[in-house]
């Protein structure tokens, strides 16, 4: 299945959810801190694990940067 994750395209095999997705990529999420939209729609992180992904989705993840 091929979709684009923050403007990069990548594949991955067809049954990934939002949770699967974000551990694939490294993404650590035990603070919180992150949020995923799909087709510019904000998924709440309690949906992530059955949140199935689908072909040619646009997903952003956004974490929170740090400065001051």
């Known amino acids: 299945m091929n979709?684009?994750?923050n403007n990069k395209s990548i594949t991955l095999p067809s049954a990934f959810s939002i949770a699967q997705l974000?551990?694939?990529m490294n993404i650590?999420?035990?603070k919180g801190a992150v949020a995923v939209a799909i087709n510019d729609e904000i998924?709440?992180?309690d949906l992530w694990d059955n949140h199935a992904l689908s072909e040619?989705?646009?997903v952003t993840i956004v974490a929170p940067a740090q400065g001051g």
Do not use: G, P, Q
Request: proline share 0%; glycine share 0%.
């Open 28 to 30: 650590s999420v035990a």
């Open 43 to 45: 998924v709440s992180k």
């Open 22 to 24: 974000l551990e694939h």
């Open 56 to 58: 040619n989705d646009h």
């Open 3 to 5: 979709i684009t994750v």
